[in-house]
């Protein structure tokens, strides 16, 4: 598996980010990116639970990032639309699978779905979301300078 770039200050994937998720992404296959997570209890909304915006945070970067492609050229996109569906709560504490797979591409506009599993693979949340690029990426010579690279684990 390769794994994705990550920033330094994004609240999903940034590393430095303070209070942020710190996603890591991998490509697990064509069109498709896991990250494994573990959700601190400070995201929780009810006890042991993962607040919902969180949960929906999560689904939107990783069906962003199964457009992404490759690391050198990477495509930058903006979620339009998010459409989440909580199956089950998902718990705080406890590892969980995080997979998002590519839908159907139109140029500037695509479509990615993602899902949260649990550690038995039990479908916790998933969500479909439409994607559009951004009038205009960083140029990819200055990528690292601007943070964005892969990082060693």
Known sequence: MN?????????????ENPIGLHLKFYES?????????????????YPGVLHGGIVATLL?????????????????MF??????????????????????RVGKDKGRIAEATSAIYSQDGT?????NALLMNLPSSPDPTILEKLGWKVYPD
């Open 3 to 15: 794994k994705q770039p990550n920033s330094r200050q994004c609240f999903a994937c940034g590393i």
């Open 29 to 45: 296959g064509r069109g498709e990116v896991t990250a494994d997570y573990t959700a601190p209890e400070h995201f929780q909304g």
């Open 60 to 76: 939107d970067e990783t069906a962003g990032r199964a457009l992404m492609g490759d690391p050198s050229t990477p495509r930058f």
């Open 79 to 100: 979620t339009a639309k998010l459409e989440v569906r909580y199956r089950k709560n998902v718990p705080v504490g406890q590892a969980l699978k995080i997979v998002g």
């Open 123 to 127: 479908l916790l949340a998933e969500a």
